[in-house]
């Protein structure tokens, strides 16, 4: 049976793929481009047609085909193989694990329940006190098309839907339920609807598949008393925190207008589309998430986010939560964010409907940035007191610190301290000194936890918007260009192997292990570029490996090999072995300032100290 990644790498080229997405041009042999995945300035990243990989020397960012699609569009490996076939015409003919299977039939199982909720809406009679409630609240019946609005029945035997599902998918009740589309009975073995006499609203994917539900007790039914929303629980194909409400509606408009608006819940966005602004998508109501913002922002070239949350004291204490998490995973890129102010303690949703579309882009329009906001409320908070003591005074200075940290540039920094000592009229030097101290303390802090830390390997690594890159340790280019040079020399490669040397990196020690297998299986083969695409081959399911890989091969590329490569390789040799013993080195000292001096233990470790001393004293000659 073919392999599909493998034929999906023999179809694309990768200098076409990325080239559809952003401009590329010629650089020799390879191709250059300014990377997506950083604020780029220049172009930093490189690729390489005739190895299909590509590499940012500044972010880290690095691949192949399958690696820049999934980071490009925030995708896991199972989707992104899926648009690649669709895209290359390559048949997925492989048999899916059970777990996919199971996931297939409770979409198609949502499918299945979103149409029959929307005809009941239509035209069934009990669901007319739903369509009433959606006639007051002004929704026309495009809009209930469009977002495929229905009504669960609550007959007496809560099993309507379980009855169709099991005779159109033949299944069982234990998937249905783990599909959230049904709940067991905490009395007997029963399994009964989930959604019952309820306004339903579907919630899509972003490829615009139903993956659950938000249900909306309707005025004067029998749970009026019980909770506004029950909600699909978190399953396999929904998890609330990585879903944006309307972001498959939402995702051309956005591109258009070059900037999103998020709202906090589900009418508030049905009201904005059906008023003709389309560019909102919606957080149903629950805290936003690190996956959310990366979503938003990835539409938008601007990076300009719009937050109208609920006027009263929750939404704005939401706002605050969204734009400190905002500014944290997008502090690298130059985003905007912005609070649309909608006035008299109303949501989106009724001003809309109360002002019109007009008026409410002049909110849109008239909208301030974030750290504006903060400053005029503060201003404001402090003129509706006038007797407001210096303690206080300080203490609003020191509230607007925390948003000048979430700027990027000095030169904004610098602006705003002048604005803020204006507003709070005081002196420009006490405001430059105490906020300046204030930022220190808070970069000194390092408290952001929504930068993912690498697991491998524990060198000097920083992450950058995801990408690890190396910053200062030089170990890590060492063994790369030692790694090149096993593939380059045979004899070479037999001598590491004689060394027993311990690389640091765990990617370099498994890429060594699969050069070694390679050069033993093809022994006559001294083809350079043939040997890689041999490693590209064999380590191509290891993901986790790519951007090493793709270092790797930019830089045979690039031939950076020492035309000299017997004394090459023993500097680079001596180098690692220097590190190796330094390491060694430092790790005794700490053991002995352990000890009590003149110990037997503490002897022994003096004495072997002593020797790693006299090792790297030799190293050096």
Known sequence: MDDPIQKIKDIADIVELVSEIIPVKRSGASYVAVCPFHSDTRPSMHISPAKGIYKCFSCGAGGDVFKFWQDYYQKDFKDTLKDLAEKYGVELNYIEPEKQKDNNLKIQMHQIAEDYYHQLLQAALP?????DYLNERGFNTTTI?????????????WQKLIKILKEKLQVCNELIESAGLAVKSSKNDNYYDRFRGRLMIPI?????????????????????????????????????????FGLDLAKASIRKENAVILVEGFFDLISLHQAGISNVVANQGTALTPRQIKQLAKFTESKRIYLCFDSDQAGQNASDKACQLIAEVLGNFDYELRIIKVPGQKDPDEFVKTNGSDA???????????IDHKIDTAVKELAENPSASPFEKNKKLKELVKYLSYLNSKILINEYQKIIAHKLKLSEDLVFSETNKLLRELKNEDQNPYEATPQ?????????NGHVIYTSNPLNTIEQELLILALRDQDILFKLINEELQLSNPDHKQILETIIDICFEHSELDDVNLKFQFLMERLSANRELSKTLAELGIKLEQDLASDNKQERYQELIKRIKESNLKSEFKRLKDQLSALHDESPEWLVVHAEKLKIEQEIHRLRV
């Open 360 to 370: 409410f882009r002049e909110l849109i329009k008239n909208s301030p940035l974030y």
């Open 204 to 244: 899509h994917d972003e490829r615009s598949r139903p993956i659950g539900f938000g249900a909306r007790v309707l005025p004067g039914s029998k749970d009026d008393n019980g909770a506004k929303y029950i909600n699909s629980p978190e399953t396999d194909i929904y998890h609330k925190g990585s879903t944006l």
């Open 127 to 131: 669901a007319q006190k739903a369509r």
């Open 145 to 157: 098309n469009n977002f495929k609005l229905g009504f669960s029945p609550d007959d007496e035997d």
């Open 456 to 464: 491998r390997p524990k060198n000097n690594f920083t992450n950058h």
